[in-house]
């Protein structure tokens, strides 16, 4: 019955979005303010339908519901409860399902805050939004129900895939769906823009919040998705430039630079065509995410059981809506005149800059993530692009942008001049020098990658603070408090992809490993650590059989972790994972993975010490916190609490 | 996810990557043949390299790079031997050669032409866009200002 109810909320909920699709756009074209106006109910509307047809599955998830299709397939009833729970969105409808209900909770939060918003913009913002939700419902209705039934219901379900029964998938896809989606905002204001014909700093000043949002999201995404792998596939790998990592890090750079050109628009009317394409694009991109994901057709380890027909059908939704927008952007984009007048060296340059170093690397991204596909159709070549390639392709972009960063967010608006520019980051120069000097000497000359990536981190780092330090002049610290927010979250933001910099080049410089046999009570030395394999015991989990190893970790004679890595063993799926275990530190993580009974007695240990890989995720959330605090700032709560009374105009007498 | 670990169910018994037992005595071959290893596509997995699958046929190539590199061959050597048995697909870095050299060029040749429409832009920028529009003297304005050049 509960399930039947969601179906039918989620068929009028599609009823509603088509109705708000059309209406309002109508209204707009019209200049009738009532049929404009019924987009907001509608929004609203349509996000509690969503809501009822996402509890109800989740209801059948946690009830064990087994007469549900999509419960037998991906549950059962001995698995523990935070699992039954986030396993809703751990397979293929259930996830489209979480999908269009962020978009209709974009759609309306953009109802709630948009009062300010002009009439005939909103109805146009949320008529775009509701258009793309049509299309995603018509998806999940017409080839990925999750409501369907069986005649008879079976005893019990077939289990969730045991690496997904973890805490991680309790945030990873809801993060990663934040941030898609939250990018369809940006594309719905694009094309409002472009049917309204007109760009201003007031429509960058709108549309910069929801992308930062997306961005934000997408950033935490993206990190505690790395993170996942990091702890469960075994062997500390962190990203794997996979398709599906690819489909989630081509619009995070899209984002970035969007989050960028939008600055430019808000305070100098340039860029305008420029930010609309790079809107409809990064939302593109997430698309073209999708479709990687639910078709098949690049192999990948991400990959839902795949199926042709619901590839063509999101292939369909991409080529309409980006090539929609893209032929109205060719149509209009004409009309956009930009009218700040700059220098070439000057913030206005290096913000160009900045998004040129950040759509080129997502376009190296995009031709490695199909080269496969395009060599396969064109030249009969079976071939595979990975780590190897993307590292080489991708890292030079990377390098270029720590390098000119700071120096590009310090310089001034209009005109500017590089040296006075770097004047006051001599500081942060020096001390990025020393780093280096410092890593060197440790890294015994064998690693330009440990050096080249501590130095270029730290320089961000160093330099964001010295932009503080700048902003604050003379005045001190009582200034350094009133510094605008955004001026806070710049700073921090900066200073993240530093650090995260940082994690990764001393991580994949200096990590070490060993793998060997060890008999129980036996003790091995790793970079100055002394391990030894206490004991190993069988133990029953709620859903699984583990093998346990408590693992002793001394250094100098002085005992400074008890580990208890596990082998585990799902009977329902007949599957084995490795749990590792952790003990993380500022400078180093000891991880750990118990392996196989060996035959001639012993077992088969792998240890690895991981320095500064906890920096990584670190660099993350402080990226993730900056776009908090910029979003904070008081600029965009006075534009969205402002109701901007427009003076009546009285007639001359 | 699902197939992949189909797959790995019906081919490998569940080990882990590399095993204590194919770890070379000699720390430098040793570090060779990781290093090619990371390069090596597992042939049936999806997308994983033959130094992080379990399938039984990542370790018979992980011990078959081992055994090569024992008996004298180069790193180049092995992983052309590989290629040769299992075709470019195991390469995870493609080799540079016929169409593949579009997807090495692309990225370069992309910067410099982004390089060079930015720099345009940022030239036009110089001038605001009013001026240059600005229309040409009329005949009257002309004898004006030569007018009161005159004076």
Redesign the interface.
């Known amino acids: 019955m509960i399930a039947e109810l969601g179906h039918f909320a989620l068929i009028l909920a599609f009823a509603v979005s088509l109705f708000q699709a059309s209406v309002p756009l109508i209204g707009a074209a019209k200049g009738w303010p009532a049929w404009m106006d019924a987009a907001r109910p509608a929004a609203i509307a349509q996000f509690g339908l969503v809501g009822i047809a996402f509890a109800a599955l989740t209801v059948a998830f946690v009830t064990s519901d087994f007469s549900v299709v999509l419960v037998y397939e991906n549950s059962h009833s001995a698995k523990p409860m935070l699992y039954k729970f986030s396993g809703v969105w751990g397979n293929h409808e259930g996830s489209m399902l979480l999908w269009v209900m962020i978009l209709s909770l974009f759609g309306a939060a953009a109802a709630s805050f948009g009062e300010h918003l002009p009439p005939s913009l909103r109805a146009r913002v949320l008529g775009v939004q509701a258009s793309i939700g049509a299309a995603f419902y018509a998806f999940i209705i017409f080839t990925s129900n999750p409501f369907m039934r069986f005649d008879i219901a079976p005893f019990d379900g077939r289990d969730l895939n045991p690496l997904l029964q973890d805490p991680g998938l309790a945030f990873h896809p809801p993060f990663l769906y934040l941030g898609y989606v939250g990018l369809s905002m940006a594309f719905s204001f694009a094309v409002a823009a472009l049917l309204e014909g007109r760009v201003d700093a007031a429509w960058a000043r709108w549309v910069r919040p929801w992308t930062l949002a997306a961005w934000m999201f997408l950033t935490v995404g993206i990190a505690l998705g790395s993170w996942w792998a990091y702890y469960e596939l075994g062997w500390g790998g962190f990203w794997f430039w996979d398709p599906v990592e690819n489909a989630s890090f081509m619009p995070w750079l899209l984002a970035a630079a969007l989050l960028h050109s939008a600055i430019v628009v808000e305070k100098r009317e340039v860029l305008k065509s420029w930010t609309i394409l790079l809107a409809i694009m990064a939302f593109g991109f997430s698309l073209i995410g999708t479709f990687i994901v639910r078709s098949g057709v690049i192999t990948s380890v991400h990959s839902f059981a795949s199926d042709p027909q619901r590839g063509v059908f999101i292939l369909a939704i991409l080529a309409s809506f980006v090539g929609g927008a893209l032929t109205l952007f060719a149509a209009r984009a004409g009309t956009m005149q930009a009218k700040g007048v700059f220098a070439p060296i000057s913030r206005e340059g290096a913000l160009v800059l900045n998004n040129i170093l950040l759509a080129v690397a997502a376009f190296v991204v995009f031709i490695g993530t199909v080269w496969p596909l395009i060599a396969e159709m064109f030249f009969d070549r079976k071939l595979s692009v990975g780590a190897p390639f993307f590292e080489k392709a991708f890292t030079p972009f990377m390098i270029v942008l720590a390098l000119v960063l700071p120096v590009g967010a310090i310089i001034p608006w209009k005109r500017g001049n590089i040296r006075r520019a770097l004047m006051p980051l001599r500081g942060a120069a020096a001390l990025a020098l020393a780093v280096m000097v410092l890593v060197f000497a440790i890294s015994t000359g064998h690693s330009g990658l440990a050096v080249i990536g501590a130095g270029l981190g730290s320089w961000l780092v160093f330099g964001a603070l010295a932009e503080l330090k700048f902003r604050t002049g003379s005045a001190g610290f009582s200034r350094l408090r009133r510094l605008p927010r955004a001026d806070w979250g710049k700073a921090c933001a900066h200073a993240g992809l530093g650090v995260t910099f940082i994690g990764i080049s001393l991580l994949m410089a200096w990590q070490v490993e060993d793998i060997r046999t060890l008999p129980v009570g036996g003790t091995f030395e790793i970079a100055g650590y002394e391990v030894t394999l206490a004991e190993v015991h069988e133990e029953p989990g709620p859903n699984y059989t583990s093998t346990k190893a408590t693992m002793r970790v001394a250094k100098g004679g002085r005992e400074i972790a008890v580990l208890h890595p596990e082998k585990r063993v799902y009977p329902v799926q007949a599957m084995p994972t490795t749990e590792a275990a952790i003990q993380s530190g500022l400078f180093r993580d000891i991880y750990l993975v118990i392996g196989d009974e060996q035959q001639g007695g012993g077992w088969a240990v792998r240890s690895y010490i991981k320095p500064f890989a906890i920096w990584i995720w670190f660099g993350c959330g402080l990226m993730a916190l900056g776009g908090l605090i910029s979003l904070s700032d008081r600029r965009y709560r006075v534009a969205a609490g402002a109701r901007r009374k427009q003076p009546l105009g009285v007639p001359a007498e | 996810?699902?197939?992949?670990?189909l797959i790995l169910?019906l081919l490998a018994t569940?080990?882990?990557?590399?095993?204590?037992?194919e770890?070379l005595g000699d720390p430098a071959l040793e570090t060779r043949a990781r290093d090619i290893s990371?390069?090596l596509?597992c042939p049936v997995c999806?997308?994983?390299?033959i130094d992080?699958s379990n399938a039984a046929i990542s370790r018979d190539l992980r011990l078959y790079v081992r055994e090569r590199l024992v008996a004298g061959d180069s790193d180049d050597q092995v992983v052309d031997a590989v290629t040769d048995r299992f075709?470019?697909?195991?390469?995870?870095?493609?080799r540079a050669t016929?169409?593949?050299l579009i997807?090495?060029l692309?990225?370069p040749l992309?910067?410099l032409i982004?390089?060079l429409l930015?720099?345009r832009?940022?030239?036009s920028?110089?001038?605001?866009?009013e001026a240059e529009a600005a229309p040409p003297l009329s005949e009257a304005e002309r004898a004006r200002l030569d007018e009161i050049m005159r004076e």
């Open positions: 996810m699902k197939r992949l670990f169910m569940p080990a882990m990557a590399v095993q204590p037992d770890v990371k390069l596509r999806q997308g994983e390299t992080e075709g470019e697909f195991v390469l995870f870095e493609p016929g169409g593949n997807l090495y692309a990225g992309m910067a982004a390089l930015g720099w832009f940022l030239l920028r110089r001038v605001s866009p």
